[in-house]
């Protein structure tokens, strides 16, 4: 079992910053690959960043690439979320989550562990 808790997240004036984190704890956490994602209001949710558990590897939605960066810390069995030039668009709650293949995939039903979420309200 892994649990997930994400931290970070609040209100922001558009063209701003946060930096989202989630601290795992469980069972071995750097093996996983290591996800975010997000969900507004009535809407699905959706794939924000993905990375491999060595932190080779990323992968980035399009609506995100160029402004978000993930990146982990394996030591502290915690993952990131840099988060620039936010939009109002990117409002969500946003929820880190673990999958224990070691590919990276963009589908949430493939992720087998969930935090809670964090909010995230960006303001025009």
């Known amino acids: 079992q892994v649990q997930l808790v994400e931290s970070g997240g609040g209100l922001v004036q558009a063209g701003g910053s946060l930096r989202l984190s989630c601290a795992a704890s469980?069972?071995?956490?750097?093996?996983?690959?290591m996800g975010w994602f997000r969900q507004a209001p009535g809407k699905e949710r959706d794939f924000v960043a993905a990375?491999?558990?060595?932190?080779?590897?990323?992968y980035y939605a399009d609506s995100v690439k160029g402004r978000f960066t993930i990146s982990r810390d394996n030591a502290k069995n915690t993952v990131y979320l840099q988060m620039n030039s936010l939009k109002p668009e990117d409002t969500a709650v946003y929820y880190c989550a673990v999958d224990r293949s070691m590919s990276i995939t963009t589908m949430d039903y493939r992720y087998d562990y969930w935090g809670q979420g964090t909010q995230v309200t960006v303001s025009s």
């Open positions: 469980g069972r071995t956490f750097s093996r996983y690959v």
């Open positions: 990375i491999t558990w060595t932190g080779g590897s990323t």
